[in-house]
């Protein structure tokens, strides 16, 4: 069985670095082989390309962009209305995804808009989603790019986010039926809204392109206290096969680097895998 593959997340990790290219250093440094990045569009992604290069890293992530943050959008996938700039959005990722040699675009879904009924307005949602989806894989496509659909949980985290359980997320990626769009596995969101996190990762692995992981409650590392055994989950995930990244996308709760250490000692007993695809 094939060692498990981290990717450092480095919108979460190395906090105590101003800026994406020191952050990709440290990751590198570190001893990782791949890195993602929630929105790099700060930065021009030509050099965010070489810094990561130089650093040994991989790119395996980035997301579409938000949309309106001060107006509160989390992405625009299936807000109605906004099908425009979802598209313009896709087309800024998919620019930076082929800079930076990253095949995976978490393609955000975005929240029930202020003020509307989640049950009322489910279905427009959802249909807006699937429109979106069906041209985003198909722009996807056409460069050789995986689009990802993440469930984010509404229980803690964001209780408007209208993609919000694995089920949801497979029922529209059955919809949509096409094998460039996958499910993007947060165990953290995973646990709170479902638990059955053995059954889940079993029934849902086939068409899982990314996984990404935290402590619960927390969201610090997973050698931090909290509900989940990491080590049983690591293993579950080699059993089953699981060939993608495992993205550490979690508050450290301390110095970055000295938390890593369940990462080091997973290293240590697994051996330290190679870089690729």
Not at 53 to 59: F, T
Not at 174 to 193: A, C
Not at 241 to 268: A, H, I, M, N
Request: hydrophobic share 40%; charged share 20%; glycine share 12%.
């Amino acid at each position: 069985m094939a060692p498990l593959r981290f990717s450092a997340n480095v919108s979460w990790l190395f906090s105590e670095l101003p800026g994406l290219p020191a952050r990709l250093r440290a990751a590198g440094s570190s001893g990782f082989q791949a890195a993602e990045i929630g929105w790099p569009y700060a930065e021009p992604p030509e050099g965010l390309a070489r810094v990561a290069r130089d650093a040994g890293l991989q790119l395996v992530l980035i997301n579409t962009p938000p949309g309106d943050r001060e107006k509160g959008e989390m992405g625009l996938g299936a807000v109605p209305g906004r099908q425009a700039a979802f598209r313009e959005g896709l087309e800024q990722a998919v620019l930076y995804a082929k800079a930076l040699g990253c095949p995976r675009i978490h393609l955000m879904a975005g929240r029930v808009p202020q003020g509307a009924d989640r049950a009322a307005v489910r279905g427009e949602m959802e249909t807006v989603f699937l429109e979106n989806l069906r041209h985003a894989a198909g722009v996807l496509a056409q460069e050789n790019l995986v689009g990802l659909l993440e469930p984010i949980n509404t229980r803690i985290t964001d209780p408007r986010y209208f993609l919000d359980t694995p089920q949801q997320a497979a029922a529209i990626l059955q919809k949509v039926g096409r094998p460039n769009l996958q499910l993007q596995m947060d165990v953290f969101h995973w646990q709170i809204m479902d638990g059955n996190l053995t059954g889940n990762i079993r029934q849902f692995l086939p068409i899982v392109g990314h996984v990404q992981v935290a402590q619960v409650p927390g969201r610090g590392e997973p050698s931090s206290p909290g509900e989940l055994n990491f080590p049983y989950l690591f293993q579950l995930l080699e059993d089953e096969g699981y060939k993608g990244f495992v993205g550490c996308e979690y508050q450290p709760q301390g110095d970055t680097v000295e938390g890593l250490s369940w990462l080091r000692s997973y290293w240590d007993k697994r051996g330290h895998p190679q870089a690729g695809h």
